[in-house]
């Protein structure tokens, strides 16, 4: 009997949560670099910020080169780079410009693999009205990536609090997981053919239809930012704020905490459905306010198992945040310029990984609470902003 054969989506599903894990597998191992390599606060933050100095450039230029050469051709090379790039973390015990040169190839495999993804499942999964498939490729992109995310830093904060080579066996995983996805990817066919392919065209292309620019620039984008400002918060900046009162749990609640934050925002994403588009983004910054807020407090009281109901605030704003603007996106844009449109909102989104370095700055020796009372202060007026008559009628077709 044949064996009945992998639909192309979940191919590209399975090869995209499979890139998705390793991206924050070194996330809960901070702790135990900044032991070993003797980092401050500001490094710390700085190895999780440079992430976003890969990816950006990455995000800028892979949608459109992707929609001249074809998904293929762009995604394949920088997925086998993921494995490549775990397996250069085993290095880092011994160097930290190997933790920061790691953590950069993280970024450019996320740019290329997540936003050529995110457009490639979307003309796999192309059927039924546009509405449609914009919102179950969505879906099924939040999943993926909030999925992969989520599963990488809990796996690797519990081996590394509790598991032998804490430093090695996370990173193993990984591989391991990767090497189906790799087998998998012969199965996934090109979706543009060469007919429809834009020849020529500037290198960096934002892919903004000039209609489309307004509602981009005052909706999209401020909730863009919010997509990881808010797990890039709970899962950098409070539990490093707290470690010295969690003295021999600090990595594994690191993990928790990011397996929560991720998780939950997966769990969250078909709520976008429910409340609609043009109100889900406000709803997910007042969220992140809110989680922001309930964190501060944790900071000044000391009190770290309220970690615990931030990172369901902040899980649930990062997942409204993330489903909202991959559905605008689809709807402002058409498929010529969707896998440039793409890569623009995660490069918008993306800016959110260096709001702990921005904190850490804002604190000047301080510690991070004032940054985080302004991030509260600030979330919570850019959604009520979002929540008014005209700023949702920039996005209602």
């Given at each position: 009997m044949r064996r009945r054969a992998v639909p192309p989506w979940v191919a590209l599903w399975t090869v995209v949560f499979a890139v998705a894990y390793g991206t924050n597998v070194p996330t809960p191992l901070l702790l135990l670099y900044r032991d070993t390599l003797g980092l401050t606060p500001t490094s710390l933050t700085g190895a999780f910020g440079v992430?976003?100095?890969?990816?950006?450039?990455?995000?800028?230029?892979?949608?459109?080169?992707?929609?001249?050469?074809?998904?293929?051709?762009?995604?394949?090379?920088?997925?086998?780079l993921s494995v490549?790039?775990?397996?250069?973390?085993?290095?880092?015990?011994?160097?930290?410009?190997?933790?920061?040169a790691g953590r950069f190839l993280q970024g450019a495999v996320s740019g290329v693999v997540f936003s050529v993804g995110t457009a490639w499942l979307g003309e796999l999964m192309a059927a039924g009205s546009d509405d449609d498939v914009s919102?179950?490729?969505a879906r099924l992109t939040t999943a993926a990536l909030g999925g992969g995310w989520a599963l990488g830093p809990l796996t690797s904060g519990l081996l590394g609090q509790w598991a032998p080579w804490p430093t090695v066996l996370p990173y193993l995983v990984?591989?391991?997981?990767?090497?189906?996805?790799?087998?998998?990817?012969?199965?996934?066919?090109?979706?543009?053919?060469?007919?429809?392919?834009?020849?020529g065209g500037p290198a960096v292309n934002l892919g903004v239809p000039a209609l489309a620019r307004r509602p981009f620039l005052l909706v999209v984008v401020p909730i863009a930012i919010g997509v990881f400002a808010y797990p890039s918060t709970a899962v950098n900046v409070l539990p490093l704020e707290l470690g010295p009162v969690m003295p021999g749990v600090g990595?594994?609640?690191?993990?928790?905490?990011?397996?929560?934050?991720?998780?939950?925002?997966?769990?969250?994403?078909?709520?976008?459905?429910?409340?609609?588009?043009?109100?889900?983004?406000?709803?997910?910054?007042?969220?992140?306010?809110?989680?922001?807020?309930?964190?501060?407090?944790?900071?000044?009281?000391?009190?770290?198992?309220?970690?615990?109901?931030?990172?369901?605030?902040?899980?649930?704003?990062?997942?409204?945040?993330?489903?909202?603007?991959?559905?605008?996106v689809a709807r402002l844009a058409g498929p010529a310029r969707r896998g440039a449109l793409t890569g623009t909102f995660y490069a918008c989104a993306y800016l959110g990984f260096g709001v702990p370095v921005l904190l850490s700055l804002v604190g000047a020796g301080h510690g991070f609470t004032p940054g985080l009372a302004g991030l509260a202060v600030v979330s919570a007026v850019v959604a009520l902003a979002l929540s008014t008559r005209g700023a949702r009628g920039l996005v209602t077709r």
């Amino acid at each position: 009997m044949r064996r009945r054969a992998v639909p192309p989506w979940v191919a590209l599903w399975t090869v995209v949560f499979a890139v998705a894990y390793g991206t924050n597998v070194p996330t809960p191992l901070l702790l135990l670099y900044r032991d070993t390599l003797g980092l401050t606060p500001t490094s710390l933050t700085g190895a999780f910020g440079v992430y976003a100095a890969g990816l950006v450039p990455a995000l800028l230029l892979a949608g459109p080169a992707s929609d001249r050469l074809g998904r293929p051709r762009v995604v394949v090379p920088f997925v086998l780079l993921s494995v490549v790039t775990s397996l250069l973390f085993l290095a880092v015990p011994a160097s930290v410009w190997v933790l920061f040169a790691g953590r950069f190839l993280q970024g450019a495999v996320s740019g290329v693999v997540f936003s050529v993804g995110t457009a490639w499942l979307g003309e796999l999964m192309a059927a039924g009205s546009d509405d449609d498939v914009s919102a179950r490729s969505a879906r099924l992109t939040t999943a993926a990536l909030g999925g992969g995310w989520a599963l990488g830093p809990l796996t690797s904060g519990l081996l590394g609090q509790w598991a032998p080579w804490p430093t090695v066996l996370p990173y193993l995983v990984h591989v391991a997981l990767m090497l189906p996805a790799v087998a998998l990817l012969p199965r996934i066919p090109e979706t543009v053919p060469p007919g429809d392919r834009r020849l020529g065209g500037p290198a960096v292309n934002l892919g903004v239809p000039a209609l489309a620019r307004r509602p981009f620039l005052l909706v999209v984008v401020p909730i863009a930012i919010g997509v990881f400002a808010y797990p890039s918060t709970a899962v950098n900046v409070l539990p490093l704020e707290l470690g010295p009162v969690m003295p021999g749990v600090g990595v594994a609640v690191t993990g928790i905490v990011s397996g929560i934050t991720l998780g939950t925002g997966v769990l969250a994403q078909p709520l976008v459905g429910h409340v609609g588009s043009t109100w889900a983004g406000a709803i997910g910054l007042g969220l992140g306010a809110a989680g922001t807020a309930l964190g501060l407090l944790a900071d000044l009281t000391g009190a770290w198992p309220l970690l615990l109901p931030v990172s369901l605030l902040l899980g649930v704003a990062y997942g409204l945040c993330l489903a909202t603007g991959l559905t605008l996106v689809a709807r402002l844009a058409g498929p010529a310029r969707r896998g440039a449109l793409t890569g623009t909102f995660y490069a918008c989104a993306y800016l959110g990984f260096g709001v702990p370095v921005l904190l850490s700055l804002v604190g000047a020796g301080h510690g991070f609470t004032p940054g985080l009372a302004g991030l509260a202060v600030v979330s919570a007026v850019v959604a009520l902003a979002l929540s008014t008559r005209g700023a949702r009628g920039l996005v209602t077709r």
